[in-house]
């Protein structure tokens, strides 16, 4: 009786050490993704921070399409509205913030398009800085939003596969969402020689 006792007592105290160490494992990895999705955040964000350094330097502009900067200002102010949960990473609220965060680099794609027209602008030195810091910063969201892709793909991985499943449901962690790519990068675009 005393050795079936102890079988008992060594199996259920297995199962313990690998349940709290699955747990961590998947508290780790949940920890991972939202630290990715702060840097994701972070460079979107930088990208805002200029939006009103290029906007008024624009201005100066004489002639400058005001309908443009409105656009840009208005998508800016829309974006900066769209607020996720690091908790609650579902396809939903990545879709709308991703969604707001389109029509800002739409919006700004079209004022550097637009500001091709305008010599004495692209000329200014601030003008040139600016645009510059914008495509470096475009080059950072892509690498944020790689790594935080490559993260939730670990930490979904680990919770859907067996056995990490069954303790991630336990805990009540759920799948996380990914990024999706642009709607405009399923097309290739038109080229006219």
Do not use: C
Request: a positive charge; proline letters at 3%; glycine letters at 6%.
């Amino acid at each position: 009786m005393n050795k079936i006792l102890w079988g008992i007592v060594g199996v259920v105290a297995v199962a313990a050490v690998w349940v709290f160490g699955s747990y961590n494992s998947i508290v780790a990895l949940d920890q991972s993704v939202k630290t990715k999705w702060a840097d994701v955040e972070g460079q979107y964000q930088r990208r805002m921070d200029l939006i009103p350094n290029l906007v008024q330097t624009v201005k100066g502009a004489a002639n400058f399409e005001q309908a443009t900067l409105a656009q840009v200002v208005e998508a800016r102010a829309r974006a900066t509205q769209v607020v996720i949960d690091p908790n609650k990473l579902d396809g939903a609220s990545l879709q709308k913030f991703q969604e707001a965060q389109g029509a800002v680099g739409s919006a700004l794609g079209r004022l550097l398009a637009v500001s091709e027209n305008y010599p004495q602008l692209r000329a200014t030195e601030n003008f040139r800085d600016l645009q510059s810091q914008i495509e470096g910063t475009e080059n950072r969201i892509a690498v944020a939003r790689k790594d935080f892709n490559e993260t939730v793909r670990s930490y979904n991985t680990h919770t859907t596969q067996f056995p990490g499943n069954m303790v991630a449901r336990m805990f009540g962690f759920g799948e996380k969402a990914y990024f999706a790519a642009e709607q405009s990068a399923a097309k290739a675009p038109a080229v006219a020689f």
